[in-house]
């Protein structure tokens, strides 16, 4: 299993300008969330699935967009980026809520300018 | 939710055991507390959890006061490779918001 996979690693975008960051996962996980880690600052909760055509609201979702057609895909869209997106985006899942742990993916460094 | 509140940073020698606390005075009774640490520019790492019980892995051991108002994660033998952020969480059994705060910096030192 490769585990939960994002693309690219690295961005840089200019404002106003849209792009979508990729979540792929391989163990058939129900439950997919996408994090946002700023410097010297812990994680921040952007938006959550617990299932294919079912997602919500995290602690900071303005400015970002998220669907789940699929089990395995997870995007991250961001319509209009803000020089206040800069930071780094982690992709985490688990087989579902409740009592298991999270599998993070490797992170995206995403630089609006 | 409930909150938890962990020093900002701790030292630890190499070779020692690294004794990290948490307070979560306000837990509820069907809330997990979890770690998971961060080493540099990586994604988080779970490490473990617990309900009530005392438990251990191959990572850490885990012990959780009676009243589970505060815990302590152990790494029983520190080395250098352990110097991360170390992350407790509290999360209800069937919770989807697993909420980070700001952690614990751990360095080991040699």
């Known amino acids: 299993n490769a585990g939960v996979t994002q693309t690219p690693k690295f961005q840089v975008l200019k404002t106003g300008q849209s792009m979508t960051l990729q979540c792929a996962q391989d163990m058939n996980h129900e439950y997919m969330s996408w994090y946002r880690q700023d410097p010297g600052m812990g994680l921040r909760l952007i938006h959550y699935?617990?299932?294919?055509?079912?997602?919500d609201q995290g602690e900071v979702p303005n400015g970002y967009n998220v669907s789940r057609s699929t089990t395995e895909d997870f995007p991250l869209r961001l319509l209009s980026a803000a020089p206040s997106q800069t930071s780094v985006y982690f992709c985490a899942s688990t087989l579902r809520g409740g009592d298991e742990k999270l599998f993070f993916g490797s992170g995206t460094q995403l630089s609006v300018l | 939710d409930a909150k938890t509140t962990q020093p900002p940073s701790m030292d630890c020698a190499e070779g020692r055991a690294a004794n990290l606390p948490c307070n979560h005075s306000t837990i509820s009774g069907n809330e997990y507390v979890y770690w998971y640490r961060q080493i540099h520019s990586q994604g988080p790492q779970y490490i473990i959890h617990?309900?009530?019980n005392n438990e251990t892995n191959e990572m850490a051991s885990l012990i959780i006061t009676e009243d589970r108002k505060s815990s302590t994660l152990i790494l029983p033998h520190a080395t250098l490779r352990d110097t991360a952020v170390y992350y407790c969480i509290v999360r209800p059994l069937y919770g989807n918001k697993l909420v980070f705060g700001a952690g614990t910096i751990l360095r080991v030192k040699s």
């Open positions: 617990g309900l009530k």
């Open positions: 699935s617990v299932g294919a055509g079912i997602t």
